[in-house]
């Protein structure tokens, strides 16, 4: 084999995302498909290496010129995280954990109602006043839905909760904690699918 067929041997599969078009940035190729390379490995078994759901989503990649666009690629990591969820929940219940898998489910249901149930403007920890969070009035309103959706069982959707943004304000709310209080909302949704 010559050195350039097994350099592409070695290289990941280019995935078919659509580009950035002009002075747009997309996320760079290389890092995008060594992921999704990664994650298939995971999936079927292949890989070596462990990757979870939450991986999944907390994944990211570099910001370049003529990368791949950032919507379709955001959307197909939605999809392998649901598959990951799914899987990893089989496993769970397939293992006879369904009790430990409602019990700790059902626990972080509560650590994130009891977080959201705060009076509003005191949810989340403050940046300080120089430096920018997320706005305080947004993130509340945002919070009491999601509260209703735990406690009522009022509808929200996984993709409502992923695509969910904030503006910034100054003195706002700390983007890790609302980040956090966010993917453990998506764990829960993943978990009772």
């Known amino acids: 084999m010559t050195s350039t067929a097994a350099e592409s041997a070695d290289a990941p599969e280019r995935t078919s995302f659509p580009l950035a078009q ?31 759901s939450h991986d999944v989503r907390r994944a990211a990649f570099p910001l370049a010129r003529h990368g791949y666009a950032i919507a379709a690629v955001d959307a197909a990591l939605s999809r392998i995280e649901d598959a990951f969820a799914a899987r990893e929940r089989e496993t ?28 509003k403007g005191r949810r989340f920890d403050r940046v300080g006043a120089l430096r920018y969070g997320y706005r305080v009035d947004e993130v509340d309103l945002v919070g009491d839905k999601l509260a209703r959706y735990l406690a009522d069982g009022e509808p929200v959707s ?33 978990a009772v699918r």
């Open 22 to 52: 002009g002075r747009t940035r997309g996320y760079d190729r290389d890092a995008v498909d060594e992921f999704l390379a990664r994650a298939r490995r995971v999936f079927e078994g292949d890989g070596t290496e462990p990757l979870t």
């Open 92 to 119: 769970a219940l397939a293992d006879g954990d369904v009790e430990e898998w409602v019990g700790a489910t059902r626990e972080v249901a509560q650590e994130v109602l009891d977080r959201l149930s705060r009076r």
């Open 158 to 190: 996984v993709e409502q909760v992923r695509s969910v943004a904030f503006r910034m304000q100054r003195g706002g709310y700390r983007e890790a904690q609302v980040d956090a209080v966010l993917d453990a909302v998506v764990d829960v949704m993943l």
